[in-house]
């Protein structure tokens, strides 16, 4: 506020910082969901936020993405913003190719299982990082899912281990030889017998950034590893060790989640490797197809910054899909057209905006009793407003139906202005609204 600082870097709070005769805003890296409060109200979202303050201080506001929230796009697209492309990397030179974009390859993986190969390692990739070795050259595995196995069965019974308060399946953990919720981090030890019928038949299915790296050790024994995932960055100063020892060359290979997708920028990286490409993919939420795309692009964009050219083996089981098949290509202008076509048959934003009412309660009964009572005003007041746009869907568990021994239930409102209809409209305790919400799981 006294003008010692003219320039505030910083996450979405600092929108808020006092600064005086503002000139510039910049929203790096626009499309993370990130930038939207969520799980406290007031629910609002940065970049709407930065946008709104840039029109009342006239200051130019900046939305920098390699790959734009396609809501932004399709703003663009229609004259509300401007939109400026950058096709390449910054500076390519003839003499540096390693500038370009790098070479991607889709590797199918059921048809690797139809040759009799189990590996979680396609032929391709194991080849590629094979190579990488040789050549004294880094490579980053990424794999959206920590620990070792993703979820423990009998195969006896088919029982899963899954937290009590959470009702989701604990992932397995190695290192530690224990289960572990990722969602309120409650632990146990690995059952021995089934605890539904006292089979012994335990099975641990599914791969985990813990996995990937106990399998690099065993097909590269002499490769030098760092994983970077929430287990290993738990603490102050995690995050930049990693990051220094890998970019130091201490390591061959770095394994890890969506933190190694974020614009890390390691010069002797020439090979990326997803693992599984599906993680996500599938989800029931309408952005799951562009969350992966997003992710895919970034992760790919580690690979080649320096003086040799990149390469990228994505493994799926799913290779025909757009936004694999758009990633693969990096060719997000093709990926927006087949999204928001699939947005506008179905009338999902941009085409219509949302709001999300989420209801927890520590009994699931309350839940759909409440959502039902809401349901019904909401309908009468959407009729006494002559509001024919208005679409509910739901009432419905939420996606994570429970979550520290609370259950979620929720409602969802589709129209041009929900935010109108909820005007006024008073909700006890327990219930949380989100217009526009970045997420619905």
């Not at 179905?346 to 009994?363: I, Q, S």
Request: charged letters at 25%; a positive charge; proline letters at 6%.
């Amino acid at each position: 506020a006294s003008g010692a600082a003219r320039v505030v870097l910083g996450a979405r709070s600092a929108l808020f910082a006092p600064l005086v005769a503002l000139g510039l805003i910049i929203v790096d890296e626009e499309h993370e969901p990130a930038y939207k409060q969520q799980d406290l109200a007031p629910c609002y979202h940065a970049r709407e936020m930065a946008l709104r303050l840039g029109t009342l201080v006239g200051a130019p506001v900046v939305l920098g993405s390699a790959t734009p929230d396609v809501g932004t796009y399709a703003r663009a697209l229609g004259g509300e913003l401007r939109l400026l492309s950058l096709p390449g990397r910054y500076e390519p030179r003839a003499d540096e190719p390693g500038r370009q974009l790098p070479t991607v390859e889709v590797v199918d993986l059921r048809a690797e299982l139809a040759a009799g190969h189990t590996s979680i390692f396609s032929r391709p990739l194991l080849q590629a990082l094979s190579r990488t070795l040789d050549t004294g050259d880094q490579a980053i595995l990424y794999l959206n899912r920590r620990g070792t196995a993703t979820c423990v069965v009998c195969r006896d019974c088919g029982h899963t281990v899954s937290c009590r308060d959470c009702e989701l399946p604990m992932i397995y953990h190695g290192d530690l030889g224990l289960l572990l919720c990722h969602h309120c981090d409650r632990r146990r030890q690995a059952p021995v017998r089934c605890p539904a019928c006292a089979g012994s038949r335990i099975r641990y299915l599914g791969t985990g950034t813990q996995r990937v790296e106990e399998e690099v050790r065993r097909h590269f024994p002499g490769a030098r590893l760092l994983r970077w995932d929430r287990d290993t960055a738990d603490h102050r100063g995690a995050h930049e060790r990693i990051w220094a020892a890998f970019n130091a060359g201490a390591a061959d290979i770095l394994i890890g989640t969506q933190m190694v997708a974020k614009g890390l920028d390691f010069p002797r990286v020439t090979l990326v490797g997803v693992v599984l490409a599906d993680a996500g993919l599938f989800l029931p939420d309408f952005r799951a197809a562009e969350r992966a795309f997003q992710l895919l692009t970034q992760v790919a964009g580690r690979a080649g910054r320096g003086p040799r050219s990149g390469q990228v083996v994505i493994q799926t089981y799913a290779p025909g899909h757009y936004a694999i098949q758009a990633a693969c290509r990096h060719d997000y202008a093709a990926f927006a057209s087949r999204e928001l076509a699939f947005r506008a048959e179905h009338g999902y934003p941009p085409y219509r905006r949302m709001a999300r009412l989420l209801y927890t309660d520590v009994e699931e009964a309350r839940c759909w009793r409440q959502l039902g009572r809401v349901l019904r005003e909401l309908r009468t007041r959407a009729a006494h407003a002559g509001a024919g746009d208005v679409q509910f869907i739901g009432p419905a568990p939420a996606f994570l139906r429970r979550l520290r021994g609370r259950y979620r239930w929720q409602l969802l409102i589709a129209a041009e202005s929900p935010e109108r209809l909820l005007a006024n409209y008073p909700l006890p305790k327990g219930w949380t609204v989100d217009v526009d919400p970045v997420s619905t799981l």
